[in-house]
């Protein structure tokens, strides 16, 4: 069980690390709304990437902090137990040692139940997440296995550096998926009677595959059976995902010679003929399926349609906010990480436990 502590440490952290995040996008959208960036989708999606990718190197982030704040401020402290432990010793906390030293280490306590299997309750609870995180990792290997034979099956039409465009009557919307080597648009068969619709398809998963969000739509995928019950990162794939094709449809239109009313026609026409299919869902970024389409589909209209012109984003704006997300996560990372070393502080309040302890006793006898 030792060997599973660190990781079960880490996963517990990760998705702390998920809910701080959350709460950083729903302060920044928030912040957005109210400038001149609030119709630019294309804005905010890399700054919901840039926030993503924070998140990721949260763990470097981190230890960077760490170790800049033991070199600027030598013995200072950065993680919460810490910080706690030199304000109870200060006299700034005022409770039975005991009890603080048990607040102290209810993360601990609970992951030394967790691992010990004493308990019914949490073994039931940990095996059924097990099995339904099982569940969903088949169901995308089910997926992926689908999407894979519609590819291997349709026609090579056309070929560039680092796409395929193929053609498949085995499917009614266009979308575009990658392969360890190569990225795939495949396009239903019908659209050769309807060049512009055919054109506007094309464009709408060229943009994807140029913006990069088959990868991203690939890493939410991956990360779905270890984390589909935190809410955090269910707010964050749904955030992600309606960005990104509100940024698609802004870049496609943007482009010349490309009608937005139009260009909202096939958009409709293509949601309802997903909606009345049952078309995979993994690495589609058609987006239109589920339980909010309507509400999407409503958002990428009126983008299309009543929205302002989109504002570029400002280069020194951009990197503000990635400055900003890195630092928080940064601190938050850091502050949330289990010390594993005895420090002076954490002696004496294991002195002043053991003392509150032996004077009980003493009382008792």
């Known amino acids: 069980?030792?060997?599973?502590?660190?990781?079960?440490?880490?996963?517990?952290?990760?998705?702390?690390?998920?809910?701080?995040?959350?709460?950083?996008?729903?302060?920044?959208?928030?912040?957005?709304?109210?400038?001149?960036?609030?119709?630019?989708?294309?804005?905010?999606?890399?700054?919901?990437?840039?926030?993503?990718?924070?998140?990721?190197?949260?763990?470097?982030?981190?230890?960077?902090?760490?170790?800049?704040?033991?070199?600027?401020?030598?013995?200072?402290?950065?993680?919460?137990?810490?910080?706690?432990?030199?304000?109870?010793l200060r006299g700034d906390i005022a409770m039975p040692a005991t009890q603080f030293e048990a607040l102290l280490n209810t993360r601990e306590r609970w992951v030394d139940l967790a691992l010990s299997g004493q308990q019914p309750v949490i073994t039931a609870l940990v095996t059924l997440l097990v099995l339904v995180a099982a569940v969903f990792a088949a169901r995308a290997l089910r997926d992926a296995a689908m999407i894979r034979q519609t590819v291997k099956s349709s026609f090579l039409w056309r070929q560039s550096a680092k796409v395929d465009i193929r053609l498949s009557d085995r499917i009614t919307v266009p979308f575009a998926v990658r392969g360890l080597r190569r990225r795939h648009v495949v396009l239903p068969s019908h659209l050769l009677d309807t060049p512009h619709e055919l054109r506007f398809a094309l464009a709408h998963e060229l943009q994807h595959v140029r913006a990069g969000d088959v990868e991203w739509e690939l890493g939410f995928e991956m990360l779905r059976p270890l984390l589909f019950w935190n809410p955090a990162y269910l707010m964050l794939k749904y955030q992600f995902g309606r960005l990104r094709e509100l940024a698609c449809d802004q870049?496609?239109?943007?482009?010349?010679?490309?009608?937005?009313?139009?260009?909202?026609?096939?958009?409709?026409?293509?949601?309802?003929?997903?909606?009345?299919?049952?078309?995979?869902?993994?690495?589609?970024?058609?987006?239109?399926?589920?339980?909010?389409?309507?509400?999407?589909?409503?958002?990428?209209?009126?983008?299309?349609?009543?929205?302002?012109?989109?504002?570029?984003?400002?280069?020194?704006?951009?990197?503000?906010?990635?400055?900003t997300f890195a630092t928080l996560l940064a601190l938050g990372s850091a502050s949330i990480q289990q010390t594993q070393d005895w420090s002076h502080d954490r002696l004496m309040l294991s002195t002043v436990v053991n003392l509150e302890r032996l004077e009980a006793r003493n009382q008792g006898n």
């Open 1 to 88: 069980m030792t060997a599973v502590r660190p990781v079960l440490d880490t996963f517990i952290e990760l998705n702390i690390v998920l809910a701080l995040s959350a709460v950083i996008w729903l302060a920044a959208r928030a912040a957005l709304t109210r400038t001149a960036l609030r119709h630019s989708y294309v804005a905010q999606l890399r700054a919901i990437k840039a926030l993503c990718v924070c998140v990721l190197i949260s763990p470097f982030l981190a230890f960077g902090v760490s170790s800049f704040a033991s070199y600027a401020w030598p013995g200072s402290a950065m993680a919460l137990g810490d910080i706690a432990v030199a304000a109870y």
């Open 251 to 323: 870049s496609v239109v943007a482009r010349k010679r490309i009608d937005a009313r139009e260009y909202t026609a096939c958009l409709l026409d293509y949601c309802a003929r997903t909606i009345s299919a049952n078309n995979p869902r993994v690495l589609n970024v058609a987006f239109v399926t589920g339980g909010k389409a309507k509400r999407v589909l409503r958002q990428r209209v009126l983008a299309l349609t009543d929205a302002q012109p989109a504002v570029p984003t400002l280069p020194a704006l951009f990197l503000g906010m990635a400055l």
